[in-house]
């Protein structure tokens, strides 16, 4: 499946990934017309393909991506074929249709060595592999879409939908007295559906001539580290955080280089008339709630364990 169906208002990409599903849910929920197309159903490196997606769609919420951040080390090209080149292409099809893009991005577009939460306006840098990647199609964005395309950065996202770092901590309970976690890496952990729920209002801001196209963080207020994060995903989840002993990046040695800062600042929502994103406790509080999040668990995506 190439075309849009039914040249439904909204089109989520990367409709199978954690962040896709979760968008899909928000926007049915809010009885938004919308359609999803997964990897599978579009390859967004396919002019042709996208072109037909993107008709009639007047808003492209843009969740795939390639996102296996130490594979890209040593397939760059492939990375930004579809992180770059891809969202080029489709930001090149929303613009001949006149649709909005919201462009997912991240915060590894950014040098991690800031002491201070990095605003929208921050000089880029990247120092990987990935972060190069996402910066291509960030720039593409911003030259085809000055002023209907959305940049939205986000970081240390955990879901229901997929494998991350919250559901291994879980995993890893039931397997191990004690994790070792490092602790000097600080960022934002932030739920998918919470990101999710941001996009569609987002979305709906752009409609209504509200929100001015450009950079925005999507991220969970607040900061803590991997460390911090699994002690409290423990703590909220009655198993003792006393489990989770703190370690340094050096213990684990990984193909790409992580951004020791990801804290993001989130001064344009203002613009929108909305706050920032809750803190990022009360977001994995709201989703260690959910019936079915602790038994979903895979791989470890983020976040160094041992």
Request: with cysteine.
């Amino acid at each position: 499946m190439t075309a849009n169906p039914a040249g439904a208002r909204w089109l989520v990409t990367g409709a199978a990934g954690m962040l896709g599903q979760d968008v899909l849910a928000v926007l049915e929920g809010a009885g938004i017309e919308s359609a999803g197309l997964s990897r599978s159903d579009l390859d967004i490196t396919d002019p042709a393909a996208v072109q037909a997606a993107v008709d009639g769609a007047a808003v492209v919420v843009n969740c795939a991506g390639w996102t296996d951040v130490d594979g890209a080390e040593t397939a760059e090209e492939a990375a930004t074929a579809v992180n770059g080149t891809g969202v080029r292409t489709l930001a090149a099809a929303c613009a001949g249709a006149g649709a909005r893009l919201l462009h997912v991005s991240s915060d590894y577009v950014l040098p991690g060595d800031a002491s201070q939460p990095y605003p929208e306006s921050a000089p880029t840098g990247p120092v990987n592999a990935y972060g190069r990647s996402k910066l291509v199609g960030e720039r593409a964005v911003a030259e085809l879409l000055p002023r209907d395309g959305y940049i939205v950065r986000t970081a240390w996202m955990y879901g229901e939908h997929g494998p991350n770092f919250v559901s291994t901590m879980l995993k890893l309970a039931t397997q191990r007295d004690t994790v070792d976690v490092v602790d000097d890496q600080h960022g934002q952990p932030t739920w998918s559906y919470a990101l999710a729920r941001r996009l569609a209002e987002l979305g709906r801001a752009a409609l209504d001539g509200r929100a001015p196209g450009g950079v925005y963080h999507g991220t969970a207020s607040g900061r803590t580290t991997w460390f911090g994060l699994a002690r409290e995903t423990y703590r909220l989840s009655g198993l003792d955080p006393e489990r989770i002993r703190p370690t340094d990046s050096a213990t684990f040695v990984r193909p790409a280089v992580r951004p020791a800062f990801s804290v993001l600042a989130h001064g344009r929502w203002t613009e929108v008339g909305l706050a920032p994103l809750a803190d990022w406790r009360e977001q994995l509080a709201e989703a260690l709630a959910l019936p079915a999040f602790a038994v979903r668990h895979g791989a470890d995506r983020e976040g160094d364990v041992g």
